[in-house]
């Protein structure tokens, strides 16, 4: 099994679900053994193609329907797949779902994701934890042996031997940087023209960055050596390596530094022709001294603009590194016998000039802000700055007024750079407490080296517990769970309040059971003889319109019929005032039936209360 497979089922086992495939194997599709040659694959697929091809089924007189499309499709695709050896194995190892997420990352469903973690086992997830418990003592094992030999706890050990891990890191980002040149051009990506595709990598950016590396493994070499005594190398002979690591990056952020922001028509207009129009040593060099932006305004210009920002605060600490370095080496190689906090001043004026920094990014932004739309911080301006906003707007009649979305723009630009300078602040403040402590250290204080890492190790840990509970405590909950329970207590609690269960499938009355029950009604009072009072009275009554009465309508409800205004205004009081009705006469009968339960508590209250 590959390296890349068999890593990818270590770390992402959990993430793939233990149930087989619903469909078709590549395999069944073709109906060929999974041991197949690719002689036997190509004509299987010849096969199941003059059987599955829609156009084949057409002639058979069969209707193509859209599911005998997507299986033919399937189909095909099952013979790319395992026509190339390479994705044939992928396929073998992990299955049609695991393949496609190694090929494309982006087409991964989180809710799929998580089910399929939430329903993974406990050997699968141990080895995600196990994951984040290596990059947790790979991160921190190095800086803790380093505290226990400065502590003395390792007696006459060597540093070279205590330094293992660092030569073991070097050894990985070595082969990375070897790999990363061996592995060629980048191939140009099939939405990109051919006149518009640069290399992001280009081959001399990867030598360079080797040749970087291997300066600053040359500088730890020598390093160690030195602390051992195995070399008598002066320090500042030592330190050489690192001073041209630093130097091949000033060179690289200077040149940032200096690099333009200009839009494409700046560009066409100084060169004298289009970007796309240039061949691929010019296209080079216009990435390396201008940054093309569409317009001086929006994200992009912003993100250029963020660039050069932060090459310059590169720049700074650059500067500040070697000037530290060079105070350290003066100290130790010339006997100066400095105070330490005085070697370490080029670091409190870096992390000096980072804060500043962030305030002024905050402050020009605030200005460009108001600039733009004054209200945005003084909504009450003065009158007088409204009129010179409104002569300044008929110089340029070009000006248009701030939409809601441009604004809202600002104002998130304002609030994210405000951000930006909360963060800078703890973090720069945070790594001052740290850096005194480390002065402290030096200038002989009698706590261990350790104290200087355990923050570190302590959020490391914190973060690691926290993970350790998500992997190990995610469960899939049920949608389901606890609604049988929840309808039974309801059933029973309205079956004891008199109302029966919920789940009687009670439905009004519709106009034919209405209709019928009236009928009834009728023929009952038709059937019913009269005496001889009631006939002359009916005899002596003038004749009156038939009686009123009622249907029952699904969407409107009760309509009465045959009445007046009068009549329907005394029927909506009758039933608007018989639960009120209903309500006394309860009082009343609950009264008249605990009339030894209310006296006594009447008589008491009456002597509570001295009403004289």
Known sequence: MRFDIACFLCCCRSFLSSRQSEGESFYDLLNVDRHATQDELKRAYKRQSL????????????TVTAADRDRFTRMRNAYEVLSDPRRRETYDAIGERGMKWMEDPL?????????NFATSSILDRSKIFAIFLAIYVAVFLLPILVCLMADGTFGGAKWVAVLAPLWCWDVFITFYHARVILMGPIKRPEHI???EWVDPLPMKKRV?????????????ILLALKMDGIIAFPWWVVFIPLYFWEAMALKKKISLTMIQIVTHAELELAIGKSFAACDAS?????????????????PVYDSACRIKAEAKMDLVRILARVAFTILMVMNLELGKEWSWWIVFIPIFVMVMCIIGSAFQNWVDVQAEAAKRDPSLFDPNADVEQGYAQMDENKNNDDDEPLTDEEKEELKAKVAQAAYRVVGTCCSQCFF??????????????????????SPFLAAGGIVLCCLACTIFCLSEVDENAGLVDFDTRVDEATAAAGYGSTHDGYAPPTTEQTGQQQQQQQQQQQSVPLSNTDTKAAETQPTSKPPPTSTWDPEKGEIWQNTTEDEEDEKTEEVVSAPKQEKTDLLDNIVDAQPAVIEPQLSGASEDFDLD
């Open 51 to 62: 059987q599955m091809h829609p156009d084949k089924l057409a002639q058979r007189g069969r």
């Open 107 to 115: 087409s991964i469903d989180p809710q799929e994701l998580a089910h």
């Open 193 to 195: 023209p051919e006149e």
């Open 208 to 220: 360079s960055a080797l040749v970087r590396f291997v300066f600053l493994v040359s500088f730890q």
């Open 282 to 298: 010019e296209k080079e060099d216009i990435h390396r001294r201008f940054i093309l932006v569409p317009a001086k305004s929006g």
């Open 432 to 453: 001052l407490v740290i850096l005194c402590v480390l002065v402290g250290k030096f200038q002989g204080a009698g706590y261990s080296w350790l104290v200087i890492i």
